[in-house]
């Protein structure tokens, strides 16, 4: 099973970088973006494996996304591994600080603790003037290593194989802390904490982990979600954006690194179509499509490859 | 030979409740402690008492040489005192070989969480130790059933076999037949027995059923009303007629414990 | 009599943290019921506020504008919200919601997300992207002058109405049959059900009693707002905040919630403007930092 994955996903990254940017440029753009998302709903991911799901995700992109826009305005450092690298620690310290606080919750009180938190910078953002408060600011184009590729096909594909190049490694990297001992305690965890301490592991620490590995996470996210939109806004920090990202992890389910990549590109591409074709009715329609899900298909779209693998295991482990 | 449990004057008050006390034990290796009594007789107290579940009032606890009065629950358990619990604690949703890899690989990683991070889950090493320690407590053939499927039997083999991944030196038992039928007790803890004699373990173990604490410890501490009434060979200690009175009644042999 | 600055910010702070704490009360009221009874935190909260607020702009716009008297228009406005939540209620809790009763919290929380989403949509399928402006009540309560305040009577008017609100509703839970019943499922729904009381039942009329209350929320701010699309979603972040803050299910709480959230709130504004949003929050993780189940609720009881 383990190799196997790993090389279907890699076949299919490789596959999406060459093909990528000789789609048209709409597409490209769409899914730049919903990779660069794709790496919030990782996140995500790994905590909803541990039982928790925070609300207030958004809180860790936008402040990976401010801070790239802050630095290529007022420093004059226009690289983007510089700038995505700084958004992450910066998300990484503030999801170590969140998470002194949030590893003590659980359920409702968590969701909410860590909404609350969004909110507090949603607050801030939107009263500061010099950060351009509810308009937000322009996000100029990065440079690669000096490298400034000419606007048009040029920037929109180099910008997606970065894009690509993050969500490849932390694909590779989330996978194999799946498969440590942190990572695969995840069910673990929300079984039974009580064993876990006796075994002698700290689940508040285990979850603090997973807390910063999502906050980074999500900055990373933030921040190259703002150069593929060229533009920050305290809406990055709102609830409904953290929902956004619940409402991905929710469809694409649990299951899979894969389901990161596959469903927040999914989510973005209905939500497009839905858009042109049913223009004022978008929302219903995710909404409805979130309802079935939860209804139906409680595990998300990936549980549909799941149970479908599970079956074939069970044949083959009956045949035995 | 130094002992391997040491507890000196130990005390346990809850405000004016005195739980336990006067508690003088000295435990040699390897010797096999069946604790008997009612409940809320203290037996509970003195168990949570050595596994740092408790902070003792007064009195002291050292483990080998060393004082552990007091210390954190996590910390004993790495210096090798470990619970098993009367309720089995087991991860349901994993199946039995998970539930086995998931323990040995937490002892072997050594309680770090950056250890427990970097380290894969189904090493070879861990694999081969989770494998050896399920064929040792005879559940083998139920490695890939999941946790929450298991007979209440196997479960309870289960989460002893978690409880000695780390090979701890010492073993807490709290009530390891409760729950199970009386033909599948002797059964059950012949497996057990045969299982931490060969990881040399030495185990306290607490238990209602006399026909376990006669046949399987090698000494047994009676608790009353908090403390140690009786503490001696476990056929002298049953035919005492204060022991009958208070705890463990007339002996009546069942039908198991004659053919065992 | 000429005031000092201090003491006329000081009065206006205290006025306008009392009206915004009726409102915060009116509008959290219902969700911290719909909480304490169903442990649902019923994102939909924010669609009954917009439907009511919708719905009163629009029923009690025509209204004023045939010429009726004005206290029938009041009256109107309780009446539109009442039927608009028990509808909505009626059909969100008896179509969608029980059929995911039992299920992890967190999912049903999801549920009424989805929810919220598709309502946000119907609204907009209904009344389009316009904003409607409901002024006639605002009119007719005229001014009151005060001092040196000038309060308006719709203001003084919503702030007395929340007041009895709040009296009534703690009255009715300690003192009648039904509050009792209610107090119980709170406290415990097995104990409740195992007591012989009808606990779907219970359920259904406190979802439309909820529904019933976030409507009015609406319709008594449709007056004070431009009502158009996304004032549910604000609403909702605000609810949550002083549900947090007050304790869930507790209505003396929210009361509690309310003030505390409107105080501040005004306090911000009128002395440090930036912080007038992240005060409330502020606030709200304090609470559920120090006391996660809120000021006023008891901690819920240990199970094993």
Not at chain 1, 137 to 147: I, M, T
Not at chain 2, 223 to 248: C, H, K, M, W
Not at chain 3, 20 to 40: C, Q, R, S
Request: aromatic share 10%.
């Amino acid at each position: 099973m383990i190799p196997r994955s790993l090389s279907i996903g890699a076949l299919a990254f490789i596959v999406v970088a060459i093909a990528g940017p000789f789609f048209p440029a709409w597409l490209i753009s769409l899914a730049t973006v919903a990779f660069a998302n794709a790496l919030v709903v990782l996140g995500l991911i790994i905590l909803w494996r541990s039982g928790l799901v925070p609300f207030g995700q958004a809180l860790y992109y936008a402040i990976g996304a401010y801070t790239v826009a802050l630095i290529g305005r007022y420093s004059g450092v226009h690289d983007i591994f510089f700038m995505v690298v700084v958004a992450a620690l910066l998300a990484a310290l503030t999801a170590y600080l969140t998470g002194l606080l949030l590893a003590r919750y659980r359920e409702i009180f968590f969701a909410m603790l860590s909404l609350a938190m969004s909110m507090i910078l949603y607050g801030i953002l939107v009263k500061t003037e010099t950060l351009g408060s509810t308009d937000g600011f322009h996000v100029e184009a990065p440079r690669w290593l000096g490298y400034a590729p000419a606007a048009g096909w040029m920037r929109r594909a180099i910008l997606f194989w970065t894009v690509l190049a993050f969500d490849g490694a932390a694909a590779l990297l989330v996978s194999l802390y799946f498969r440590s001992i942190a990572g695969s305690l995840a069910a673990a965890m929300r079984d039974n904490e009580i064993r876990l301490e006796f075994l002698g592991i700290s689940v508040n620490r285990l979850i603090h982990l997973n807390l910063v590995i999502a906050g980074t996470l999500a900055g990373i996210g933030g921040a190259l979600a703002a150069f593929a939109v060229e533009h920050v806004d305290p809406d990055m920090s709102y609830w409904t954006t953290s929902g956004g990202f619940v409402f991905v992890t929710v469809l694409a389910g649990s299951g899979s690194v894969a389901a990161a990549f596959a469903g927040s590109f999914v989510f973005e591409l209905l939500k497009s179509i839905a858009y042109d074709l049913l223009p004022g009715t978008w929302q219903m329609f995710l909404g409805a499509a979130l309802l079935l899900t939860i209804l139906f298909l409680p595990e998300g779209l990936g549980s549909l490859l799941l149970r479908h693998r599970r079956t074939l295991k069970a044949i083959r482990a009956a045949g035995r | 030979m130094n002992a391997i449990l040491t507890a000196r004057d130990l005390e346990k008050a809850f405000g004016s409740l005195v739980a336990a006390r006067d508690i003088n034990v000295v435990v040699p290796p390897l010797q096999t402690v069946g604790i008997i009594g009612a409940n809320g007789a203290g037996k509970t107290t003195f168990v949570n008492m050595i596994t740092g579940h408790l902070r003792p009032s007064k009195g002291s606890i050292h483990f080998e040489d060393r004082d552990i009065t007091g210390l954190p629950s996590r910390m004993i358990t790495r210096l090798g005192i470990t619970l098993s619990f009367q309720v089995a604690q087991i991860f349901p949703s994993l199946t039995v070989f998970d539930n086995m890899c998931a323990a040995t690989a937490i002892a072997r990683a050594g309680g770090g969480l950056l250890a427990t991070a970097l380290t894969p889950l189904h090493a070879p090493d861990t694999l081969a130790e989770a494998e050896a320690a399920l064929e040792l407590f005879r559940i083998a053939q139920y490695r890939n059933l999941l946790a929450a499927t298991l007979p209440q039997g196997v479960r309870k083999l289960l989460d002893i076999a978690m409880a000695v991944a780390g090979s701890p030196r010492l073993l807490l038992l709290d009530e390891p037949t409760s729950g199970i039928s009386i033909e599948e007790k002797f059964g059950l803890m012949d497996v057990v027995m045969s299982a931490l004699k060969a990881r040399r373990i030495t185990v306290l173990f607490v238990e209602h059923d006399m026909d376990i604490v006669e046949r399987y410890a090698d000494r047994v501490l009676a608790f009353y009303d908090g403390a140690v009434i009786a503490d001696g060979d476990p056929v002298e200690t049953l035919e005492n007629p204060r022991i009958q009175e208070l705890i463990s009644g007339p002996k009546l042999k069942t039908e198991a414990a004659r053919r065992a | 009599m000429c005031w000092p600055f201090t003491v006329l910010t000081a009065l206006a702070i205290l006025t306008d943290g009392l009206v915004y704490a009726a409102y915060l009360f009116l509008v959290a009221v219902g969700l911290t019921l719909i909480f304490g009874v169903m442990k649902i935190l019923n994102v939909t909260h924010g669609s009954f506020y917009a439907f009511g607020a919708y719905g009163a702009a629009i029923a009690v716009g025509i209204y004023f504008d045939r010429g009726y008297p004005a206290a029938g228009g009041f009256l109107l406005m309780v009446l539109v919200a009442c039927a608009i939540g028990l509808v909505l209620g009626l059909v969100l809790e008896r179509g969608l919601l029980r059929l995911v009763y039992g299920k992890d919290e967190v999912v049903v929380v999801l549920v009424t997300y989805a929810a919220f989403l598709i309502l946000e949509d119907v609204i907009q399928l209904i009344w389009g992207t316009n904003s409607y402006a409901l002024y006639q009540p605002l009119d007719l309560a005229g001014t009151i002058d005060a001092g040196p305040l000038v309060l308006s009577g719709y203001d003084i008017g919503l702030v007395v109405f929340a007041a009895l609100l709040a009296a009534a509703g703690s009255f009715a839970l300690k003192h009648t049959t039904w509050g009792r019943l209610l107090t119980v499922v709170i406290f415990d729904r097995e104990l409740a059900a195992s007591f012989g009381i009808n606990v779907s039942l219970v359920y259904t009329v406190t979802f439309v009693l909820g529904a019933m209350l976030g409507a009015l929320g609406g319709a008594a701010m449709a007056p004070k707002i431009s009502v158009t699309l996304g004032i549910g979603v604000e609403v909702i972040v605000l609810a949550f905040a002083v549900v947090a803050i007050g304790g869930m299910g507790s209505v003396g709480g929210a009361f509690i919630g309310a003030l505390i959230v409107g105080m501040c709130r005004a306090a911000a504004v009128h002395l440090v403007p930036q912080v007038e949003l992240f005060v409330i929050y502020a606030v709200m993780a304090l609470v559920l930092v120090f006391r996660p189940q809120g000021l006023f609720t008891r901690a819920q009881p240990r199970k094993i």
